[in-house]
């Protein structure tokens, strides 16, 4: 038995954190925001998978 | 011979066997894991997390005493800091001298209520619903404590990239040993099973959610794909690296209707569409599903090792499948640990008598090398020694 409720929609704010990080990183970094995000979308799986 | 000359010499040969051409000899590339840190005195932690030079130290001490043509990898394939920066106790995984473990039964992570979600956004899905309900740190967080913490882990996960790369770029370049796995993908039904719903839980959905988990393996499917084509190089001659983990535990009708269609739209895309090199680790016991692997594109650059004790058994497969698949595989581990070197020899001449002719087969391990118990140093010797010698065509 689950711990927990089961979700019923998508809404949330950590896939808009992980939008935010991606812009201050690349602004911080002087790279290009577009690498920075294809680099996010691979952070958000192994958080849930390799970490 | 300079070494990268060397280098050069054991990746075509890799190469040329996947290629399905006949090399100057059958490759040696045993199924290698933590068993090489184990073998040269060399803590695991040290080398995974404190430094790089201590991954390239073990991988000398083996491959200094032990002939062989190629490594997979170095092991080191969890950014193990990147949790320990989130917060305590935080992540799946923990590190000690003697390897990588899980922590306990952590696989259940959503519901089969939630399979609708993951096949309108798995991507979003992860990000909104995963992340918070696995990471303390993040559940109930404010949106600029998750923003510090994606980039304390963008930052972790990029340093972690940038260690491997200084002892892989050593491995390859000091000692010509090749490292062929390039990336490894995972086929969306093990991530569910590994990673979201343990093995209950999916056992249970097989039969109660087919078609609901079918979908949501479909759009995980085009994540994966995605990613693999934002962030990857192409492999060149090199490898993608799949672990099969599910299905092996559905009865072969499930496997056809939930699996296979996996495994052939990966192949078709990965293998016959862009040539790449596509390695596959059959785990356990392949032999009830022979018939359906037919189904599986040939001729391709396609690799399998498969997880059996039995040199007939890989006999079989190669003979009803080797126009799809390039065989590895061959050498018990368990002969390795409780085995005369008598009888690893003896393995080792029946592997080349019977698997060698016509090409097609790289001789390995049935399974991974991970504890210094899997294998004695005098068997694993004698067997990479024997097969180097006598393994010419």
């Known amino acids: 038995m689950a711990d927990y409720e089961y979700a019923t929609t998508l809404d949330g704010d950590t896939m808009e954190a992980f939008e935010i990080a991606a812009r201050q990183i690349a602004e911080e970094k002087g790279m290009d925001l577009e690498n920075v995000e294809k680099s996010m979308k691979k952070l958000i799986y192994l958080f849930v998978t390799r970490i | ?393």
């Not at chain 2, 259940?108 to 995963?130: G, H, S, T």
């Not at chain 2, 039904?189 to 609901?212: A, C, H, K, M, T």
């Not at chain 2, 190669?318 to 009888?343: A, T």
């Not at chain 2, 024997?386 to 010419?392: A, C, F, I, P, S």
């Open chain 2, 1 to 393: 011979m300079d070494v990268s000359a060397l280098y050069e010499e054991r990746l075509q040969r890799f190469d040329d066997v996947m290629s399905r051409k006949i090399p100057d000899r059958v490759p040696v590339i045993p199924n290698m894991n933590t068993w090489m840190y184990h073998f040269a005195g060399v803590s695991v932690k040290k080398a995974f997390l404190e430094d790089p030079n201590e991954i390239f130290n073990a991988a000398k001490y083996m491959t200094d005493r032990i002939p062989m043509d190629a490594l997979m990898s170095t092991s080191n394939t969890v950014p193990l800091k990147v949790a320990e920066n989130i917060g305590p106790d935080e992540g799946i995984y923990t590190c000690s001298e003697n390897g990588v473990q899980i922590k306990g039964s952590h696989g259940r992570l959503m519901e089969p209520q939630e399979y609708k979600l993951m096949a309108e956004n798995p991507m979003k899905f992860f990000a909104n619903v995963l992340i918070p309900r696995k990471f303390n740190a993040f559940r109930n967080a404010s949106l600029e404590k998750k923003v510090d913490l994606i980039k304390q882990a963008y930052a972790d996960n990029i340093s972690f990239i940038q260690y491997n790369r200084t002892a892989n770029t050593r491995i390859e370049k000091e000692l010509g040993m090749p490292l062929i796995v390039r990336a490894t993908n995972f086929l969306a039904p093990d991530i569910v099973l590994d990673y979201l719903r343990d093995f209950v839980g999916i056992s249970l959905d097989v039969r109660r959610n087919p078609d609901e988990m079918y979908a949501a393996c479909l759009s995980l499917y085009d994540y994966v794909l995605e990613m693999f084509d934002d962030t990857a190089t192409p492999p060149d001659r090199k490898i993608l690296f799949t672990p099969l983990h599910l299905p092996t535990y559905l009865r072969p009708k499930d496997f056809e209707k939930l699996y296979l269609p996996s495994m052939k739209k990966y192949l078709e895309e990965m293998a016959v569409k862009r040539g790449y090199s596509v390695y596959f680790f059959m785990e356990n016991n392949w032999m009830p599903y022979l018939d359906l692997l037919q189904e599986l594109p040939e001729n391709t650059k396609f690799l399998g090792l498969f997880e059996t004790e039995k040199v007939e058994e890989l006999v079989e497969i190669k003979s009803r499948l080797g126009s799809r698949f390039i065989v590895m595989g061959g050498m018990p581990v368990s002969l390795l640990r409780f085995g005369s070197k008598e009888d690893v020899i003896e393995t080792c001449k029946r592997c080349l008598d019977q698997l060698a002719p016509g090409g097609g087969y790289i001789f390995s391990t049935d399974k991974t090398l991970m504890t210094f118990n899997d294998g004695t140093p005098e068997n694993v010797i004698a067997a990479c020694e024997y097969v180097t010698e006598h393994g010419k065509y």
